[in-house]
């Protein structure tokens, strides 16, 4: 079993250990895609700001179900659904799902505690980070067990809760990192203390995204074919797409468009077939849709909490949508938009074409209010998790951990 559970670290060297570095775990899983890029970001930039630290990713459901039980069951590993129904755009009813989901998370508690001490005790962290919700109460309470010594961080990669039992566990969230003031005010109200909580100026986004561009933007709008005047937007739907793309591609059949398809190769092939009257560009999975972002000139998709906050930090406008389709925890995403006047929100994209005019018509009014946003959540989350050591007298000069070996 250790051998399997120990699958689960990544990156984590042989020459780390004999240094008997900082051990840190960041805690994800793959249902959206947005979890394991928060912390793929996070883990780059703990590799610059504290070098001397080890820093590892955990796949949260490979110490969970190290012998796949589920998929061998099922056939498909438990984040697949989720994805599949972020793909074909059929999220009604997540709500109630995501209710039994937590119910049955519940049922489960003992044997998921059961797993997690074994896993710590194991591998011994100095410090665990989560970047994953629903799972908290679980992982919280196996720390207190295991290593009850070892600090809990809680990282929302949500731009707000939805509560209970969702992002914030009383009695076991330790310590919690919050990109929004809304956020911080929902933890507050379920009973955490102000002691408790950091507060950060956004989500976790890529170091791409805070690189300078390596070709000007005239440069790389001519290469995938668009005009100096063209104002360009990117529809995007999460790192698996939707087939909403297809609807909304019909439909702007006449404006410039770069069409994000993710991990999506069927849903890609499909747009670019598409008859058009001017150039689309269907695109791929890219590791640096920074990059597309940064030569759009307005954002169309889902209210999520990394490709808003990605587009928005790209100075774009956002186009999207709020209907009972609408993920619950990212209703709360659009009315931020509204008050903010960052875009446009819609009760569907069945009159885009509309919407991007009304967009178009008030850009510059929107692109000002926009470039009031400063996000510097990632290098801001680093120095929360260092204070967080140094407030337990378990880290010294940034680097060495005492009193526990």
Known sequence: MHKQLGMAFEDQSVDEHRANPTRVALIYFNAG???????????????????????????????????????????????????????????????QELRLLQAMIRMAHTQLVTRLEAYWRMTEPDLVVSLVPNFN?????????????????????????????????????????????????????????Y??????????????????????????????????????????????????MKRIAAQLADRPLILACGRNESLQKSLAKLSTQTRHHALGFTPDIARYMRIADYFIGKPGPGSVSEALHCGLPVIVTRNAWTMPQERWNTDWVQTHGLGCVLPSFANIDQAVDELLGNLEHFRSNVTQLTNRALFEVPVVLRSVLAEQGQIRNGLEIVGRR
């Open 33 to 95: 895609g947005g979890h394991r890029a928060a912390a793929t970001a996070l883990q780059s930039e703990l590799a610059r700001q504290c070098p001397g630290w080890a820093v590892s990713l955990v796949d949260l459901f490979a110490v969970l179900d190290p012998q796949q039980r589920f998929k061998r069951m099922t056939g498909f590993a438990p984040e697949t659904y989720y994805n599949k129904r972020l793909s074909t755009g059929f999220t009604l009813g997540l709500a």
């Open 137 to 193: 109460r679980a992982i919280g309470q196996s720390i207190k067990q295991a290593l009850p010594q070892v600090p809990y961080v809680t990282v929302m990669t949500d731009m707000a809760d939805y509560p209970p039992h969702f992002w914030v566990e009383p009695g076991y969230t330790e310590h919690l990192v919050c990109g929004t003031t809304h956020a911080v005010q929902q933890a507050l109200s379920q009973g955490i203390s």
């Open 195 to 244: 002691s408790q909580i950091h507060q950060v100026s956004g989500m976790l986004l890529s170091p791409r995204f805070y690189k300078d561009a390596e070709q000007d933007r005239a440069t790389v709008r001519a290469e995938l074919g668009f005009g100096p005047e063209d104002k360009v937007g990117l529809v995007m739907f999460g790192g698996h797409g939707s087939v909403a």
